[in-house]
């Protein structure tokens, strides 16, 4: 058993702990000092054991160096202690990202780039997203899945199909014939990852650290560019797919996107009621409907997501149209008009490559489907 790891282990989950807890009580106040657990011996050492046990290791950024000529040069506790001195004195800059280009998988033809950081920026971006995490967790919402600790692809899957279940008593034939939402806003945002607004994304990440030093580390790592071959692009959009620290930034970024719906996702709290926020909104759901009005509530996976609509069709294409400006102006982002697309949820749509739809069943009338399409089901069938 490794002490030194373990100890570090320790006091890591202890200080997140803290700041989870914090965040959780404090939620419109940002945490002002953070700098020294960042650079704490501790935070790095867990840092570099994260980045040496993953499957990337192998793979040098621009300096081409790799994990293992790390450790077999000078070591890893040597390669650490120089780190946080660069950090400390703050002499440390991060290096362009190597760019290169990977097939999308089910799409022949198509690329998208993947950005690969040097392993002393990974170790330094790890090290900040162990110390940045839990106060954003500790903020984000519930109907956000997708590159968050315990929120994968299933479980966004089961809101989806809890969310769009038919509920209530059962009509005199004994079948349910009404559902909370008749159709469905399918979400898809034009190279999400490399339009993100810099200024944007750093306002939001102000609203929950204030340490100047954390943050001025963040707008370095975002404008560092990248090198394709000896050619170096700089990035003044964007955060490059294949950073460690892009995908919490991201999913800071697309927090608007269930903002603009927070009267129906989680409301604030009342202290003089006992109903926490997500009750109060789903209260505040049920009485919109029976009044008539129209409803919107969003499930995200990373940068892809779906609006339900309680409502009719004109009412899910104005919401559409709503929300396309409202993305652009919060975050520089444009939704892709041929592939959002509006679909009654009797027809289906597909999300994280299942079926979503409710399908009558003349046993129970309407009830919530999560399918697998056949065509990936025939892609492992034996020939």
């Known amino acids: 058993m490794d002490s030194g790891n373990q100890a570090a282990q320790v006091w890591l989950l202890g200080v997140q702990r803290k700041l989870y807890q914090w965040s959780r009580e404090h939620p419109e106040e940002p945490y ?28 040098p950024g621009v300096d081409g160096e790799t994990v293992a000529r790390i450790a077999s040069g000078i070591g890893a506790m040597e390669f650490l202690r120089k780190l946080r001195e660069e950090l400390r004195s703050g002499g440390y800059r991060p290096s362009p990202a190597r760019r290169k280009w990977i097939a999308k998988p089910g799409k022949p033809g198509k690329f998208r780039p993947l950005g690969i950081p040097t392993v002393k920026d990974r170790v330094v971006q790890c090290a900040v997203k162990q110390v940045l995490e839990p106060i954003f967790e500790a903020r984000f919402w519930p109907v956000s899945y997708g590159f968050r600790p315990g929120r994968g692809s299933q479980a966004c899957l089961e809101h989806i199909r809890v969310t769009i279940q038919s509920r209530g008593r059962p009509a005199a034939d004994g079948r349910r014939h009404k559902a909370p939402y008749q159709w469905v806003i399918e979400g898809d945002i034009e190279g999400c990852f490399d339009n993100i607004g810099h200024h944007p994304l ?44 892009s995908p919490l930034l991201a999913n800071i970024a697309l927090g608007v996107i269930e903002e603009r719906y927070r009267d129906w996702v989680k409301r604030p709290e009342d202290p003089q009621l006992k109903s926490d926020g997500i009750r109060l909104a789903a209260i505040r759901r049920d009485k919109d409907r029976k009044a008539g009005r129209p409803v919107f509530y969003p499930v995200r996976y990373a940068d892809d997501f779906l609006i339900f609509v309680s409502g009719t069709e004109a009412d899910a294409l104005a919401e559409k149209q709503a929300l396309a400006t409202y993305l652009h102006e919060a975050m520089g982002l444009t939704l892709s008009p041929e592939k959002t697309r509006i679909t009654a949820l009797t027809e289906g749509c597909r999300f994280l490559g299942c079926r979503v739809r409710l399908k009558w069943d003349k046993r129970f009338g309407l009830h919530a489907r999560i399918e697998i399409p056949r065509e990936p089901i025939n892609g492992f069938r034996i020939r």
């Open 32 to 59: 002002c000092d953070l700098w020294n657990w960042v650079t704490d011996p501790r935070n790095l050492q867990m840092a570099w054991k994260t980045i040496a046990g993953n499957r990337g290791k192998r793979t």
């Open 202 to 245: 750093m306002e939001r990440v102000r609203h929950g650290v204030a340490d100047r030093k954390v943050n001025r580390l963040l707008v370095q790592f975002l404008k560092a560019g990248v090198l394709e071959d000896v050619s170096y692009s700089p990035t003044d959009t964007g955060t490059p797919q294949g950073g460690v620290l």
